[in-house]
C-alpha cells in the first residue's frame, strides 16, 4: 500500500479527533487496520468519563481485540493523530500492533522517541516499527486550535 492510501486512514483518525475536541476533549484520534479493513476506533474521552485511561489509542485497541476475538494484534496497524503517550505505548506493547503511523509528536509526554523510547525499545519482547509525521500539519494545527480556544474562553 503506497503513502496516499494510508493517508486515508489517518484522515479517519484526524476526522475522530476533531470530534473527540468538538465534545472538550483534547482532539486525538486513532484507527486501527488490518489488512486495509479498520478494525478499531478512538477518540479521547478521558475528561467527560472522568476517567485518565480512556485515551483515543487504548479505545481503538479495545475496539480491535472485541473485532478479532483476540488480545493479539498481529499484523495490525495503528494510525494516532498525536504520538502515543507511555500508557498508550505499553498497551500497543502488550497487544503486538506492528506499525504505528502518527502525526504529531508530543515535546511532554511522547513515547515513540520523542521524549521516551517505550514503542522504540529493542529490550522489549515485542518492537513495532514507528512511522512519525505523517499527515502532521493537520494533526498539530487541531490540536493548536483546541488549546488556542481554551484560552480564549478563560478570557
Given at each position: 500500500m503506497d503513502k496516499c492510501d494510508k493517508?486515508?486512514?489517518?484522515?479517519?483518525?484526524?476526522?475522530?479527533?476533531?470530534?473527540?475536541?468538538?465534545?472538550?476533549?483534547?482532539?486525538?484520534?486513532?484507527?486501527?487496520?488490518?489488512?486495509?479493513?479498520i478494525i478499531g476506533r478512538g477518540a479521547n474521552c478521558n475528561r467527560t468519563?472522568?476517567?485518565?485511561?480512556?485515551?483515543?489509542?487504548?479505545?481503538?485497541?479495545?475496539?480491535?481485540?472485541e473485532n478479532l476475538n483476540n488480545e493479539r494484534l498481529i499484523g495490525?496497524?495503528?494510525?494516532?493523530?498525536?504520538?502515543?503517550?507511555?500508557?498508550?505505548?505499553?498497551?500497543?506493547?502488550?497487544a503486538r500492533i506492528a506499525e504505528i503511523y502518527?502525526?504529531?509528536?508530543?515535546?511532554?509526554?511522547?513515547?515513540c522517541g520523542t521524549v521516551f523510547n517505550i514503542c522504540g525499545n529493542d529490550q522489549y519482547n515485542h518492537v513495532p516499527v514507528i512511522h512519525k509525521g505523517m499527515l502532521e500539519h493537520d494533526s498539530s494545527l487541531?490540536?493548536?486550535d483546541f488549546f488556542k480556544?481554551?484560552?480564549?474562553?478563560?478570557?
Open positions: 493517508n486515508k486512514f489517518m484522515r479517519e483518525a484526524l476526522v475522530l479527533a476533531s470530534q473527540a475536541g468538538e465534545n472538550g476533549e483534547i482532539p486525538i484520534g486513532a484507527v486501527i487496520v488490518k489488512d486495509d479493513i468519563r472522568n476517567n485518565p485511561t480512556r485515551h483515543a489509542e487504548i479505545i481503538a485497541i479495545e475496539g480491535a481485540c495490525c496497524s495503528l494510525y494516532v493523530t498525536k504520538e502515543p503517550c507511555t500508557m498508550c505505548a505499553g498497551a500497543i506493547i502488550h502518527f502525526g504529531a509528536s508530543d515535546e511532554k509526554y511522547g513515547a487541531l490540536l493548536k480556544r481554551l484560552r480564549d474562553e478563560k478570557n
